[in-house]
């Protein structure tokens, strides 16, 4: 089963739902430079998306009344921003490392 991309633009042509699968992509009249694209696309999206589940992880860490010290606030303040800039980080999502959560 392939990923679905809700939609296609390319040379003023549309697509919508079509599965991220090259056959696809060619059946709809759309290159290998936009299958690509796409591809990349939806593989930072992932990263993003798995990004995002770890910094709400992490909210409560930020909070004025949590009861870390501020060492560990210092810590995971550090994490969070080291997450948010992995997209700026790195140029091939497949690349992205992960940087390790703090210990309580």
Known sequence: ?????????????EAFNLPLSREAFSLAGFGEEIYSASLLKM????VRGM??????ETDWTQMSDTPLTEAQKT???????????????????GSVIWPDKPTL
């Open 75 to 93: 810590a995971f303040t550090t994490y969070r921003q080291t997450l948010r800039d992995i997209p700026q980080t790195y140029d091939d999502p």
């Open 51 to 56: 990004r995002d589940k770890l910094i709400a």
């Open 1 to 13: 089963m392939y990923p679905i991309v809700y939609k296609v633009e390319a040379d003023g042509r």
């Open 43 to 46: 593989k930072w999206e992932e």
